[in-house]
């Protein structure tokens, strides 16, 4: 009886130390044994950690498994130092529960091996390999061009132009690819690389029960949020032709300043901040613009998540000759205007209507609004 006991609990004791799923990989090109590793959280928000986990690979190996306790697939990014010109190579590892697996990491295209679904994993990724290098190669040639004095802002519309068309076409290679295999959980992580979020809304139509509810299903959730969260920011765009909604803010002296008071002029609606790098870059531009086109252009300047304190001497530092206004903690302007980057510059014609609507430091912008104001 106690043999038999034993035997049992032995069993149990083995059952409880089963391996956790494990990717083995391998670094073909690393210039040292130092890896650095993030595993992102379930939901694929962020990273865990916002320190990376130093892993050494032993003779250019290492291992790395699901969390225990986890019943969903997880991301870990990697990335190491490589022996071609002293660059560094990044990855990207897919655990999934029941599943282990090998990757080869180099500095072209990483190869999974393992079991069925890794190899399901790699044949999918070799369908992209082309649209991916084509990518590359165009962003390379770009900062090629630029290093070599070319125009920085028609450059950057031939590049988003280029892309543009190599994402729609890897967007429609996803679609396929979900259509033909709405079963494998691989068609969950497919979804991940659609880069459009009504591709993706169609691609989620798509997808089966049995992967969208099994142990891929993190995935699923996260991109059909995105999906609903790009939607809603679209619908509330400023387009060409709104009206913009009215505001008040309070000036840098106190004076209530309504958007209304201003009709009769175009109006740049400059949302920034002095946190914000490349608000305060295009500054030089902004003045240069404004001397220039001054008696018909007004520019209002709205300060965002700064502190009173730090806003006023931002202005006075930079000497912005424009009406200066701040969004403090009680006013909705940003989901009024549905701003999500700074700086975003929003061109309302002297009626009040949107012109144009800039987002980041774009050199377009003060082109545009020569032609705009020499009509």
């Given at each position: 009886?106690?043999?038999?006991?034993?035997?049992?609990?032995?069993?149990?004791?083995?059952?409880?130390?089963?391996?956790?799923?494990?990717?083995?990989?391998?670094?073909?090109?690393?210039?040292?044994?130092?890896?650095?590793?993030?595993?992102?959280?379930?939901?694929?928000?962020?990273?865990?950690?916002?320190?990376?986990?130093?892993?050494?690979?032993?003779?250019?190996?290492?291992?790395?498994?699901?969390?225990?306790?986890?019943?969903?697939?997880?991301?870990?990014?990697?990335?190491?130092?490589?022996?071609?010109?002293?660059?560094?190579?990044?990855?990207?590892?897919?655990?999934?529960?029941?599943?282990?697996?090998?990757?080869?990491?180099?500095?072209?295209?990483?190869?999974?091996?393992?079991?069925?679904?890794?190899?399901?994993?790699?044949?999918?990724?070799?369908?992209?390999?082309?649209?991916?290098?084509?990518?590359?190669?165009?962003?390379?040639?770009?900062?090629?061009?630029?290093?070599?004095?070319?125009?920085?802002?028609?450059?950057?519309?031939?590049?988003?132009?280029?892309?543009?068309?190599?994402?729609?076409?890897s967007d429609e290679k996803a679609i396929?690819?979900?259509?033909?295999?709405?079963?494998?959980?691989?068609?969950?992580?497919?979804?991940?690389?659609?880069?459009?979020?009504?591709?993706?809304?169609?691609?989620?139509?798509?997808?089966?029960?049995?992967?969208?509810?099994?142990?891929?299903?993190?995935?699923?959730?996260?991109?059909?949020?995105?999906?609903?969260?790009?939607?809603?920011?679209?619908?509330?765009?400023?387009?060409?032709?709104?009206?913009?909604?009215?505001?008040?803010?309070?000036?840098?002296?106190?004076?209530?300043?309504?958007?209304?008071?201003?009709?009769?002029?175009?109006?740049?609606l400059d949302f920034w901040g002095s946190?914000?790098?490349?608000?305060?870059?295009?500054?030089?531009?902004?003045?240069?613009?404004?001397?220039?086109?001054?008696?018909?252009?007004?520019?209002?300047?709205?300060?965002?998540?700064?502190?009173?304190?730090?806003?006023?001497?931002?202005?006075?530092?930079?000497?912005?000759?424009?009406?200066?206004?701040?969004?403090?903690?009680?006013?909705?302007?940003?989901?009024?205007?549905?701003?999500?980057?700074?700086?975003?510059?929003?061109?309302?014609?002297?009626?009040?209507?949107?012109?144009?609507?800039?987002?980041?430091?774009?050199?377009?912008?003060?082109?545009?609004?020569?032609?705009?104001?020499?009509?």
């Amino acid at each position: 009886m106690k043999k038999t006991l034993l035997f049992f609990a032995i069993t149990a004791l083995l059952c409880s130390c089963k391996a956790q799923p494990t990717i083995t990989v391998t670094l073909e090109d690393a210039a040292n044994d130092t890896v650095r590793v993030q595993m992102l959280k379930a939901d694929l928000s962020d990273a865990e950690s916002r320190t990376p986990e130093i892993i050494i690979a032993k003779d250019g190996k290492f291992s790395y498994s699901l969390p225990e306790k986890s019943d969903v697939a997880r991301i870990a990014y990697f990335s190491y130092a490589t022996k071609t010109g002293g660059g560094q190579n990044n990855g990207i590892l897919y655990l999934v529960p029941g599943e282990n697996g090998t990757y080869s990491a180099n500095i072209t295209l990483g190869k999974y091996d393992g079991s069925t679904f890794y190899k399901d994993l790699m044949q999918m990724m070799e369908g992209f390999y082309d649209l991916n290098v084509q990518m590359a190669e165009i962003q390379q040639d770009a900062m090629s061009r630029l290093r070599k004095g070319e125009d920085r802002a028609a450059l950057a519309a031939e590049v988003e132009g280029k892309l543009n068309e190599l994402m729609a076409k890897s967007d429609e290679k996803a679609i396929g690819y979900i259509k033909a295999h709405a079963d494998n959980d691989v068609s969950a992580i497919v979804l991940t690389r659609i880069y459009d979020y009504k591709a993706a809304k169609e691609a989620l139509g798509l997808i089966s029960d049995k992967v969208r509810n099994g142990r891929c299903r993190n995935f699923v959730k996260a991109i059909k949020q995105n999906a609903e969260q790009k939607e809603r920011e679209e619908a509330g765009k400023m387009h060409e032709g709104d009206v913009a909604p009215d505001f008040t803010l309070k000036s840098i002296n106190g004076k209530n300043i309504s958007l209304s008071s201003l009709r009769g002029k175009y109006v740049m609606l400059d949302f920034w901040g002095s946190w914000c790098g490349w608000c305060i870059k295009g500054i030089p531009d902004m003045k240069a613009c404004y001397a220039k086109h001054k008696d018909k252009l007004e520019i209002l300047g709205i300060d965002c998540n700064d502190p009173v304190d730090r806003w006023k001497n931002a202005v006075a530092k930079h000497k912005l000759p424009w009406i200066n206004v701040r969004a403090d903690e009680g006013s909705d302007i940003l989901a009024k205007y549905s701003i999500q980057g700074f700086p975003t510059k929003i061109i309302l014609s002297p009626e009040g209507k949107v012109v144009k609507v800039f987002v980041g430091e774009d050199p377009q912008m003060y082109k545009f609004i020569d032609e705009l104001l020499s009509k």
